[in-house]
């Protein structure tokens, strides 16, 4: 199933979070999944009041890391490596702002709707089929894949709406939870193996 969660464990946090300015990644440090292309991005953002938190691992890391390093953005940018401990990750979702999917969509895209974090997508990218999850200008934004100074408009357009984002994340959490729970993945095979 295409599911990460069970209903209960989908929650979201939209109380005392006025101080929660961070851009989150979670997946693999591919090529594909374009992480080092949000970093770049990201360093055109520093003037704003946001920090990225990148948790994955993967071929990326040396480059991210070197960027990292010879840019000085060590207090902006933390590298957290892989991280499947379930409340580490809530954690981290409910200080986190928004999501980034600067490559293709996986299925981090219903573990970021699962905590009620929107997420902003690269446009035009061979996506997963976890993609159908994303409704724009609901639980998720475009941007021109590719597009250094596209996505840095999106995210000052979300930094500065950011108490709209948050009055919706249990939106987003409810609908995660209506449509992409184990329980909601897992019943059509069930009703299988009962008929």
Do not use: W
Request: with cysteine; net charge neutral; aromatic share 10%.
């Amino acid at each position: 199933p295409n599911a990460l969660y069970f209903e209960h464990e989908m929650q979201h946090n939209d109380s005392g979070l006025n101080d929660t300015n961070n851009i989150i990644y979670v997946g693999r440090l591919t090529s594909a999944k374009k992480p080092f292309f949000l970093v770049k991005a990201f360093h055109k953002l520093l003037d704003l009041d946001m920090n990225l938190i990148i948790v994955g691992d993967g071929p990326e890391r040396k480059k991210i890391d070197e960027y990292v390093e010879v840019h000085n953005l060590d207090s902006r940018v933390q590298l957290m490596g892989h991280i499947n401990d379930f409340n580490q990750l809530r954690n981290l979702y409910k200080q986190a702002l928004i999501s980034v999917s600067p490559g293709y969509v996986g299925l981090s895209i219903t573990q970021s709707f699962a905590f009620g974090i929107p997420m902003l997508i690269s446009r035009n990218e061979n996506h997963s089929p976890e993609i159908e999850a994303a409704k724009e200008d609901e639980n998720a934004i475009f941007f021109e894949t590719d597009s250094i100074e596209n996505i840095c408009i999106k995210l000052q357009k979300v930094l500065k709406n950011k108490h709209e984002y948050i009055s919706n994340r249990a939106k987003i959490a409810n609908y995660c939870k209506r449509h992409y729970s184990i329980e909601k993945m897992s019943t059509p095979f069930i009703k299988l193996l009962i008929n």
